[in-house]
């Protein structure tokens, strides 16, 4: 690895990596939905790094990795409308988005 | 931008030995400093011309003391701004409530890179054109956003959750209005987009060829600059492109707040919307963004409907018309003193030289080999791209004194149960057309 | 080393740090508000980093779909299910020694992997405009997984909107 690099390969896979682990940190510790939602769109961005830099470096003619985060880009906007759905429903029947208290199914 | 630069980097001889970066990345920052200057002027005169718009719509005389006619009231406004106590709610979240005008300024300042302004020019030639301003001007809601929340004030979150769900809905029939031109115009690239158009009014779509600097281009390309106002594409397909005009016009006056839709700011709802906290500087920060974004809708139409830098009419004309609007309008000018019939005189010599245009019938200028100046069409191309565009804005102007303004629940329904419909519809015909006739 | 090669780098890691920090704070932050704000920072330092890799419909499609939507989607989901009057509500985190030590191994192993990639790198060079063959390929290689995608969407759209409506009292 090298600080100063034309070709930033594992640089940018150390940095997605960093924030991969943020994104599980974040996912494990906290309590509030929307942020654990939160956790996850970091989690895709990471990865989504990793895709575009392997397309750019690796990958010598196709858009492989390119089309990969386009769709993991698309999926997560869906998953973010269905799960803030959810999260909205759950807020509406208990009045409270924390994960650790939701513990019955029904109100 | 960068073709300009190089060009100048190879041409003066004092550069040679410099990295060609360093001369780009000073250009860049001159180009930066001109454009946020102009937006601030404009920001300014606009100000100005509102106010004498809305005086001359309800009989009034308007701004009148600072400078002949009120000019230089502009100017006095900005002064004030600029020496205003600077205020931050004790109860605020400072850092975001400090950030928030920025965020708002810098979103819609980016969508200038990808402007096509002339011929062969735009601050830069992006290939991603006009998914890139789509993209830098919605960012400008996380912005408004910040702002509402962390001024810690019940009309600045009305205001700015208001404005949010505003932008995010209007944006679905812009999107769908733009992807239906794209279907025609075949190039996210805005420059492409009208340097493709072809002198018989035809278009020449696929890849984007690189248009360089050195005015030689001008000799095959921009002899679409007497293509005429028929081969805009607003004339395309003429009912559904005009629906699709329509559509994204009313939707370039909700995304910017302006009347009939500025429901986030309706001073007698809300205080002053999602600016209600703020003063002095980052107050004059809202203020620009609004009008650099209502230029920026504005320039979007132009590039997409009324053809860009192309003149309405041939050649001859494009130039003659302003010229004898000039001369009638320093006949006129000794004999009265109403700024209307001025006006009225102005207008009346632009129609006139449209007509001589018309007449001699043209394509090359007659005077251009004499006198040898192919670079007036530089010149010529920024002055009708933004006088479309101003006339965009100051079309919106208009409308503010005429409608108005619409209740949220009217707002909504507009958008989601009239325009997002119409605008399907009008995506469908033109994609059947499309395919029918290319 | 060339001039541009210094300036790419300055770049790269200015958005790197920027993206670094955000990301941080989104897992730290008390504030849920500038959590939720830091989140911007890490999504536009990402949307640069796609720019300097030259995925050019990447970087819009970053800007317009996570920061113009989702991040929106977000704010809005904070501001509907919180009492928002006060501007620094709480976002608790239940931190403990074992949470850390597991992030850090795993931290440590995906940096592992990344410094023992194989020497096959080599730079791309597309002759083509990205978005251009992106296009082509959405109709051509990738059309299954496209149509799939757009099913999907249409199911969310449904399911968000049936989950999100106010009950209707019989």
New interface residues.
């Given amino acids: 690895?090298l600080w100063?690099?034309?070709?930033?390969?594992?640089?940018?896979?150390?940095?997605s990596?960093?924030?991969?682990?943020?994104?599980?940190?974040?996912i494990?510790?906290?309590?509030?939905a929307?942020?654990i939602?939160?956790?996850v769109?970091?989690v895709l961005?990471s990865v989504?790094?990793n895709f575009?830099?392997f397309?750019?470096?690796?990958?010598?003619a196709g858009?492989s990795g390119?089309?990969v985060?386009?769709?993991v880009?698309?999926?997560?906007?869906?998953?973010?409308?269905?799960a803030?759905?959810?999260?909205?429903?759950i807020?509406?029947n208990f009045g409270r988005?924390?994960v650790?208290k939701l513990t019955s199914l029904r109100n | 931008m960068k073709e300009f630069i190089e060009h100048l980097y190879n041409e003066l001889e004092f550069l040679e030995g410099l990295p060609f970066i360093i001369p780009f990345i000073i250009g860049s920052f001159i180009l930066a400093f001109i454009i946020i200057n102009f937006i601030a002027v404009f920001a300014g005169v606009c100000t100005y011309i509102e106010r004498k718009v809305a005086a001359r719509i309800q009989a009034r005389v308007g701004p009148y003391m600072v400078g002949p006619h009120g000019i230089l009231q502009w100017l006095a406004d900005a002064l004030k701004l600029l020496f205003k106590e600077d205020t931050v709610p004790e109860k605020a979240d400072k850092l975001l409530f400090k950030l928030a005008p920025f965020i708002v300024f810098a979103g819609s300042f980016a969508c200038w890179v990808a402007l096509p302004l002339a011929p062969a020019f735009s601050p830069a030639r992006l290939n991603i054109g006009i998914l890139y301003i789509i993209a830098f001007g919605s960012s400008v809601i996380l912005g408004i956003l910040m702002a509402g929340w962390a001024s810690s004030s019940k009309w600045a979150l009305f205001g700015a959750m208001r404005s949010a769900a505003q932008i995010v809905s209007y944006e679905v029939p812009t999107g769908l209005t733009i992807l239906a031109m794209l279907l025609i115009t075949g190039t996210l690239d805005m420059h492409n987009t009208i340097a493709q158009i072809n002198l018989d009014g035809t278009i020449s779509g696929g890849q984007s060829q690189g248009l360089p600097f050195p005015l030689n281009y001008f000799s095959t390309n921009a002899d679409n600059f007497s293509a005429g106002m028929f081969s805009w594409y607003i004339f395309r397909y003429p009912p559904f492109t005009f629906i699709a005009f329509i559509i994204i016009y009313i939707c370039a006056l909700a995304e910017t707040n302006r009347v009939p839709f500025d429901i986030p700011e309706a001073e007698s709802e809300l205080v002053s919307g999602y600016h209600t906290e703020y003063s002095g500087m980052r107050f004059s920060f809202f203020f620009l963004s609004e009008y650099a974004n209502m230029f920026v809708f504005s320039a979007i139409i132009t590039t997409l409907f009324l053809g860009g830098w192309l003149p309405p009419f041939n050649i001859t004309g494009s130039l003659l018309a302003p010229a004898c609007g000039i001369i009638l309008y320093m006949l006129v000018k000794g004999k009265t003193t109403d700024p209307a019939n001025r006006f009225i005189a102005f207008c009346t010599g632009a129609g006139i030289g449209i007509f001589l245009g018309v007449l001699s019938g043209d394509k090359n200028y007659w005077f251009a080999d004499y006198l040898g100046i192919q670079s007036l069409r530089f010149i010529e191309g920024l002055f009708w791209f933004f006088t479309k565009s101003f006339g965009l804005v100051i079309l919106m102007m208009w409308l503010r004194w005429t409608i108005p303004r619409y209740r949220v629940d009217q707002l909504m329904e507009l958008c989601w149960k009239k325009l997002t419909p119409l605008a399907f519809i009008n995506l469908f015909c033109i994609g059947i057309l499309e395919w029918l006739y290319k | 080393m060339s001039l541009n090669e210094i300036l790419l780098n300055i770049i790269f890691y200015a958005l790197a740090l920027t993206g670094l920090f955000s990301s941080f704070m989104v897992a730290t932050s008390t504030n849920m508000v500038r959590t939720a704000f830091s989140l911007l920072g890490v999504l536009f330092s990402f949307a640069g980093l796609y720019g300097l890799l030259r995925a050019d419909f990447l970087f819009a499609a970053q800007i317009l779909v996570y920061v113009g939507g989702i991040l929106v989607l977000i704010i809005f989901a904070i501001m509907l299910t919180h009492k928002i009057a006060n501007v620094n509500l709480s976002n608790e985190s239940t931190s403990s020694s074992t949470v850390i030590a597991v992030v850090c191994i795993l931290f440590a192993v995906l940096v592992f992997i990344a410094l023992t990639l194989p020497e096959y790198i080599k730079i791309n060079q597309r002759n083509k405009p990205l978005t251009e063959m992106i296009g082509n390929n959405l109709l051509s290689d990738s059309l299954l997984p496209f149509e799939i995608l757009s099913v999907l969407l249409l199911a969310c759209l449904i399911g968000a909107v049936y989950l999100a409506r106010k009950e209707v009292k019989e």
Wanted: hydrophobic residues 55%; glycine residues 4%; aromatic residues 10%.
């Fill in positions: 690895m100063f690099t034309k070709y930033p390969v594992e640089n940018l896979l150390i940095l990596s960093a924030v991969f682990c943020f994104g599980i940190y974040t494990v510790t906290r309590k509030n929307v942020s939602l939160m956790g769109e970091l961005n989504n790094l575009i830099t397309s750019q470096f690796v990958d010598n858009i390119n089309m985060a386009i769709f880009i698309v999926l997560a906007a869906a998953e973010a409308s269905v803030l759905a959810i999260i909205l429903g807020y509406q988005v924390d650790d």
